[in-house]
């Protein structure tokens, strides 16, 4: 063993886990117990500590977790932690509207989940309860290591493997690198993967309210023209608001103290859930897409809003993300079982050629929905209540919506079928 | 690791890495046996968990299985054998190739017993084996049945054969020479004597006057469009593999 190649190979060849996930956000945990599960090992290096994630209190954030996310946290371990705290959305109601005139409208789209045999269409959760689950479910793994407070210097991949230089200085070697780190992704800028997307000129305000009468699961969006206006059900008299204004706008609302910025949520809202009261912290998204021109290179995946930041018009953020999750754990625990390297390169191609079309064609229809209903042209208003109006009047097509508002169309990953 | 069997000429590492870059590079050369091979491979890992009752979701299945691989290539079958635990012997009469896949084995941290050999010298040699596999090589051979006895003389007795191939009638021709060679440029054009090619029938006579049972049979079927090979219990119309056991 004195032949230098020799040598070089072998040091190559010493794994500190077969799989690393740069980013502790949603998607990267999930995609490890995933993993975990098919008895890979795994480490989550995640640049924020721990500490700085673990909040207690409501904070005001929460997801639209469609029945095929749900469904996947359930085969994960995870969502029988989070269950009790979640609230069903038993209803969707979409309408078009102007600021004053409330939930009004006369056309809408109704869907309502008695139209589909499996169940409500999806959940709403809180940001804190789900981080909770996730680092309760990994921590109960051994084949997988937490790194928090670790950012990534340098990222290295050969023939072998890949290397991870830390910021402690620490140097970590996989098989496979996972680029779980958001819409900025470093891992993605690193392996010179190059991104699309534009800005939509919205800001997405968000918060939580308090509210007197009840919600009865029932979602509403309202399709206002400086954008949408979304009011997702909480567990008791409290909902999540989502409200999208154009950056001035919503700088200028932003910048309000609550009790203001209430007044100017209030006309947008009605008065269907009686007084309403904030509950939390105010948060703002400024709205862009931006989706990877490839979401795999080799020894290297991205998944989640690395490989595919998308407006959140319809909350499919997260449950995209968790798609990719179902699907790169599928694709890697098959070409596992068959004897394959599930680093190669023909292998991480097939997550991409499954993933691929899915992510641009949502990221597409959310960015035309929006331009089209963010729009107070008469002749497009006129337009877009007929449509609703026939969607709503033909139950096949309706059903049609709901099972996609459910994200039970398409080729779900198996852990998504429940 | 594998450095002793490495005897290429150092100046030559460069060219053969190279190589092995494109055996495996799945938009290249070889990108139709790529797009075949997770088919392939689903077929030939459940005959032999069966055939050895093997659990597919444990580490290492195949440990304690000694398998030889005729015409290996760059390797893309051993590999897998050798990750799922099987002692692996690969023979290629090309030389070229073998050089190749221990280049690869060695990134791979595989340890593969790559030899320039035939089917017929190592069945001389004595060797025995629990798995033969003879995949997309019986076409190429000058004497079938001569071939298929020395696959049968290298199996212990009860061991697994696992062939494969292609039909020969107007849909093959289409597909395998006109579609593969010439349309899509898949393979170099020669690659295939369309006369060569085998009916299942006739494969099955050729195994049995080998001395072997047959056992099973499936067809590889590709869809243009999820653009996917998938196995099929009844169109074995173009591409098709047989398992078949040594009477022991």
Known sequence: ?418 | MQAAQTTVDPAEVAKFEAMAAEWWDPKGKFKPLHMLNPCRLDYITRQIAGEYDRDLTAQKPFKGLRLLDIGCGGGLLSEPMARLGATVVGADAAEGNLPVARIHAEQSGLEIDYRHTTAEALAAAGEQFDVVLNMEVVEHVADPQAYLTACQQLLKPGGLHICSTINRNSKSFAVAIVGAEFIMRWLPKGTHEWHKFITPDELFALIRGAGLDPVDRKGFVFNPISWQWSLSDRDLSVNYVTASLKRG
């Not at chain 1, 694709?331 to 899915?358: C, I, K, M, S």
């Open chain 1, 1 to 418: 063993m004195d032949n230098p190649d020799c040598r070089r190979i072998l040091a190559g060849m010493t794994y500190d886990s077969d799989i690393l996930i740069v980013g502790g956000g949603l998607n990267g945990p999930a995609l490890a117990l995933a993993t975990a599960q098919t008895g890979l090992s795994v480490t989550v290096v995640d640049a924020l500590p721990r500490a700085a994630q673990a909040q207690d209190d409501f904070d005001g954030r929460a997801y639209a977790l469609a029945l095929s996310s749900k469904r996947l946290l359930t085969a994960l371990g995870v969502w029988g932690r989070v269950a009790e705290y979640s609230q069903p959305m038993l209803e969707i109601k979409v309408s078009d509207g102007r600021a004053g005139e409330g939930p009004l409208s006369p056309f809408f789209l109704h869907f309502d989940h008695a139209e589909i045999e499996e169940g409500p269409m999806g959940f709403m959760l809180e940001d804190r309860f789900l981080r909770r689950a996730l680092a309760e479910a990994m921590a109960e793994q051994d084949a997988i290591t937490l790194l928090d407070g670790e950012a990534v210097v340098s990222q290295d991949r050969d023939a072998s493997g890949v290397s991870l230089t830390l910021a402690s200085g620490r140097v970590l070697r996989g098989r496979l690198l996972i680029g779980a780190d958001g819409r900025k992704s470093g891992t993605a800028q690193r392996a010179g993967i190059k991104r699309t997307g534009w800005d939509y000129g919205q800001t997405a305000l968000v918060c939580a309210i308090e509210h007197d009468l009840p919600h009865h699961g029932v979602a509403h969006q309202f399709f206002m023209p400086p954008g949408p206006l979304a009011i997702l059900p909480l567990p008791g008299n409290r909902s999540s608001i989502v409200w999208s204004e154009t950056h001035d706008n919503a700088a200028a609302f932003d910048a309000l103290p609550d009790e203001q910025y209430m007044q100017m949520l209030r006309p947008r809202f009605g008065d269907f859930l009686g007084q309403i009261r904030l509950a939390g912290k105010r948060f703002t998204y400024p709205l862009n897409l931006t989706i990877a021109n490839n979401i795999v290179a080799d020894r290297l995946a991205l998944i989640g809003d690395a490989a595919h930041g998308m407006h959140p018009i319809a909350g499919q953020g997260l449950n995209a993300g968790l798609r990719d999750v179902g699907a790169l754990a599928q694709v890697l625990t098959n070409a596992t079982r068959r004897g394959e390297d599930f680093a190669a390169a023909p292998v991480l191609e097939r997550y991409q050629q499954w993933r691929r079309f899915d992510t641009a064609s949502l990221a597409l229809a959310t960015d035309l929905t929006n331009k089209l209903f963010s729009n107070d042209n008469p002749f497009l208003r006129f337009g877009r209540d007929l449509g609703m109006g026939a969607i709503n009047a033909i139950p096949g097509l309706r059903r049609s919506f709901i099972r996609e508002a459910a994200g039970l169309t398409g080729d779900l990953p198996d852990l998504m079928r429940g």
